[in-house]
């Protein structure tokens, strides 16, 4: 890494273009997917070599390759760094604390539960502790916070990943939450322009369509845009979401173009009507969202053409593509240092051009900082005011702990997902002395048998984890879970106190759930809030961040 | 079984009334499932000396203990009418030919296909058939055909099991395929009164809602259950759905009163209202639709009050509770015995009161009979007329035989579904001499990645098995089935030719579909059917009993 403070001064970001090379220009507009394939230093040397980028993404596979850790995390990125001629922003999803990245960071609830609290002082910290957590791995980039509005209950993207469905709230606390990320130096990342949540589909699996009228696109996700741009949000994900009151264009299939592919969206719109003078980096190009459009070659170059500054891991032929385009006159050289010169200024605003500050990015850390014990506390206050009872009409709850003494634990979760948090949730029942029988799924006469043989607990726990956000499409209880929702009403004797540790919407699927206590986030510090609560040694005092008075009965009627 | 015609002749319905035992009588009432508990005749008859039943239900669990084979489950159905004092009623769920019930009969495609063909003579057969085989094997009822109307495309009951969206359609072929039943000694049973296909929710699940207003009601629905009462259907079957505007009660938790415990719905609608004189057997009364009423005993009663005749697998102590009713003048005789009279005036109509006729039903039949032939004639024939070439936009069907040589076939199912009907298409297409790839769910980027392998096949055949109607809620391609769709968009060089084997709406959540085909059904004449078609040797001559044009891109959205 080059670090000569005289030869690549802060304030001269010109001359650092103009010493590039063509293929280091283009370079800095690819983001490289640091997979296992990096872990020998060697190998990334080499690539950087023939392929110099501008930036890194460290997903799950390689923080799994340093074992958790951030220290082995961090010792990977420093070369990286070292391999690099110029600095290298290093970006990841870190929308839920550092911990959703390496396991000995702080994990948050998600932000769901912060939208639950209502509290835009609590929302700076979550950006604050995780900037600055995320910092302490080697990260100076996240993409996020998620700042799109929940407007359709079957969106899959939304769901627990985002601040629920008042554009206001969205605003306030997304823009809370970035400035205190990039107070603390990072670089926050709004996403997904022009906003997802309209449309029941997932850009992973289709383009999807933000189908609101100009009118409307302004008073919900326009207003929250242009509202963290106006706070300074330093880049923005533009998702492969079309907006067709904006760009009406559709593909000979029909396909309407995607947000990441046009100049209207990210041009016209984004930059010059609302103001955005940050990096534009692409939502990744492999999604099915994304590759409906021409041959692969020309969806690269399109995407680019259309404003995106940075582009989300391209296969190695982008710099052949590139350098042809530049070449034939198709892409001028003009408006690729104009991206090249936003992606140098967003290096510049976190002190990566600055030899002091980018040494001071990996100064040692303590094991048990002051930072990690802060960020510990703010995750158990975010869990602790989060938890929001729904429903309390047979008044069960909170239980009382002299005589709930025994409890039947049935849990709602696909057969082959992760149930470590079910695990904890009867791990911490059982710590409180409880006798904990625990039933998975099953049959819907399960449970019916089991009060016909004779069966009897002072609590019966009905608890759902859907797997939501994970290309699945299923954000309503599917498959085996929809034996679970039976099983609970074919209950005789038993009432079932109902938890969903994610999704917030229970209620439209079975809207006569006497008792439900929305937890949004499967994590830890929501697990030991949310037993806590129900053993009234904690205050619900969550409150809904998404409208449930309407059980929407006609989703899907076709009229 | 008594059969001796002075002692109960057709016309003495009244004195066979008079001679019942109360007992007896509460029994008519009772639809016993006759599973694998009953597979041993001394239990059966034992059980029937206590508890006496108007009727039974031969469901999957008998058939398998009869190994499939419908002279084995005759001679068990034979024992059983002996073991009855009373002639009994046997019922199955014969949606789609005999042989959805019993291995050795012919299997129909789903009523979706048969709406494909558009063909109400075809549809008088379909009844036909389903009758004289059913009757072959040892039935006299069957709960079908499917008479409710998909107005809403998320609706999990109707799918394919159903005649489409279009009301006036769905009455024609039903009306057809009722009167092709009923002339040929069967009963047919048009469910699920007051109408699913309004709710994106499952009965099985949660009681679900036809929210249509009345006028919109009378249009759809009640058009569709007036024709079938004014063609003269012997029995009704209602469903756990609340429709408002008839009935506006709703229990303390909200719930709204579903038909099967509703006098407003059944007695005053159904059949003051639109004059249906024959039976009502309630849907199943485990189901999560019917169990959030009163307590169990009470909605028992209370499911009687309403206006059923035949209750669907009510537990023992059903006789009990209804001697204590009758009794304290909650039920009053009057009452039962009407339902008693309805119950025998049915069993009149299909000669199980007179003996030579009840003899006639259990005649030996050939094993390579007429009527088999016919019955499998007509599979193929509603086969061969129903595949629906949805969309040919790059004209890449038909294949041509001799340059489609290599086929990769993509199959979308989820893991634990069967797949013998995908295994039945790959065996038919290696039997016309292809090479078959097959390649099952896997990763997004799976087909590409083979292309960049160098990998190609003539065609890319990409085929959907969803599990609908199997109180999954999964009427849309959910879990590992989402990545078969990405997968698809994915490829580079290779243009898919999607198939659907059920659902109709893969269109709504990949609208971009170049090239789709519907065969609605899981039926090995429809892949028969499919493979021809697809090869240019059958026209495609289906067309769409459901509405594709209009994308509901808001499906979901809550304004």
């Known amino acids: 890494m080059i670090t000569d403070t005289t030869q690549h001064p802060a304030d001269s970001i010109e001359n650092l273009i103009q010493s590039m090379s063509l293929r280091e220009k283009i370079g800095q507009t690819v983001q490289l997917g640091l ?122 993207i939304v769901t627990n990943r985002g601040l629920g469905d008042d554009p206001q709230r969205v605003a306030a606390l997304a823009g809370a939450i970035i400035e205190g990320m990039q107070d603390h130096g990072f670089a926050a990342c709004a996403k997904h322009f022009p906003g997802d949540g309209v449309d029941f589909r997932d850009q992973h699996l289709i383009t999807s369509v933000n189908s609101l009228t100009e009118e409307e696109w302004w008073e919900v996700h326009g207003g929250v845009f242009q509202s963290v741009i106006d706070r300074g949000v330093r880049t923005i994900m533009p998702g492969h979401i079309a907006l ?131 960020a510990v506390d703010l995750s158990a206050r975010v869990a602790d005011e989060s938890i929001t009872l729904v429903r309390n009409r047979e008044n069960l709850l909170p239980l009382n702990s002299d005589r709930a003494r025994s409890v039947l634990l049935h849990s709602a979760i696909p057969e082959q997902a992760d149930s470590r948090y079910i695990d904890l949730l009867a791990e911490t029942l059982e710590a409180r002395g409880l006798e904990v029988t625990r039933h998975k799924n099953g049959n819907c006469l399960d449970v019916n048998k089991m009060e016909q043989e004779g069966k009897h607990w002072d609590a019966y726990l009905v608890v759902y984890s859907l797997q939501i956000h994970q290309m699945k499409n299923a954000v309503r209880p599917v498959g085996e879970l929809g034996e679970v929702q039976w099983a609970q009403q074919y209950a005789e004797t038993m009432k079932p106190i109902t938890i969903s540790l994610n999704t917030a919407y229970l209620t439209f699927d079975n809207p006569y759930l006497d008792t439900l206590v929305n937890a949004y986030s499967p994590c830890p510090t929501v697990i030991d809030a949310l037993v806590r609560a129900l053993f009234g040694e904690l205050p619900f005092d969550g409150q809904s961040p998404v409208d449930l008075e309407t059980i929407p009965e006609r989703t899907g009627f076709l009229g």
């Not at 016209?268 to 099915?288: H, N, P, S, W, Y």
């Open 35 to 156: 997979n296992s394939r990096f872990c020998n230093e060697e190998t990334l040397e080499r690539h950087l070599e023939e392929f110099p980028v501008g930036s890194v993404f460290c997903g799950g596979e390689i923080i799994t390759s340093a074992e958790g850790k951030s220290a082995a995390l961090r010792e990977k990125l420093a070369r990286a760094q070292r391999a690099s001629k110029y600095p290298l922003l290093v970006a990841g999803d870190l929308e839920s604390g550092a911990g959703q990245a390496v396991a000995d960071k702080t994990r948050f609830p998600m932000l769901l539960s912060l939208a639950a609290c209502r509290d835009e002082k609590m929302a700076y910290e979550y950006g604050k502790y995780t900037a600055l957590e995320g910092r302490e791995a080697g990260f100076n980039w996240t993409f996020a916070p998620v700042v799109d509005v929940q407007k359709n209950w079957l969106n899959p």
């Open 244 to 374: 067709p009151w904006c760009d009406s264009f559709r593909s000979s299939s029909g396909r309407p173009r995607p947000a990441t592919l046009s100049e209207p969206i990210l041009t016209q719109l984004l930059r010059e009507r609302m103001g955005f003078e940050g990096v534009l980096v692409t939502d990744a190009l492999i999604m099915a969202g994304f590759v409906g459009f021409a041959s692969r070659s020309e969806r690269l170059l399109q995407a680019f053409a259309a404003g995106n500054d940075v582009m989300l891991w391209p296969e190695n032929d982008y710099y052949s593509l590139m350098e042809r385009a530049i070449e034939e006159g198709r892409v001028s050289t003009e408006r690729l240092e104009a991206s090249v010169r936003r992606i140098l200024t967003l290096k510049q605003q976190l002190g990566l051009l600055d030899a002091a500050d980018a040494a001071e990015q990996f100064a040692p850390i303590e094991e048990d900082s002051e930072v990690r014990r802060q």
